[in-house]
């Protein structure tokens, strides 16, 4: 098992910045790739991005974070990292960390790839 605890939500205005946390414990952090997903209200739940095992060397975003969302690890501090600048109101979700479903799998884009969710944490960015 993956326990992820998810941390640093909360409420900001249009063109402000938040970084998200996700403390993970169980499994060797390191061996999972790992994402971010967002949920909004009568939405369905949507990849937003995903780091590679071990380095992190390779990820992948959303088209709708490019340029805005960076996700990072540490795996001293077995933490996965979505650092999110020049919010919109439409970036209103509850954010889920999520690990890959395997060890040293691929990067984890679809909700059928995840093998372990956290319990999400709200983001909400008034216009």
């Known amino acids: 098992q993956v326990q992820l605890v998810e941390s640093g939500g909360g409420l900001v205005q249009a063109g402000g910045s938040l970084r998200l946390s996700c403390l993970a414990s169980?499994?060797?952090?390191?061996?999972?790739?790992m994402a971010w997903f967002r949920q909004a209200p009568g939405k369905e739940r949507e990849f937003v991005a995903a780091?590679?095992?071990?380095?992190?060397?390779?990820?992948s975003y959303a088209d709708s974070v490019k340029g805005r969302f960076t996700i990072s690890r540490d795996n001293a501090k077995n933490t996965v990292y979505l650092q999110m600048h020049s919010l919109k109101p439409e970036d209103t979700a509850v954010y889920y960390c999520?690990?890959?479903?395997?060890?040293?799998?691929?990067?984890?884009?679809?909700?059928?790839?995840?093998?372990?969710w956290g319990q999400g944490t709200q983001v909400s960015v008034s216009s």
């Open positions: 999520a690990a890959g479903g395997r060890p040293f799998g691929a990067l984890p884009t679809s909700t059928t790839n995840i093998g372990f």
């Open positions: 169980g499994r060797t952090f390191s061996n999972y790739a």
């Open positions: 780091i590679a095992w071990k380095s992190g060397s390779s990820t």
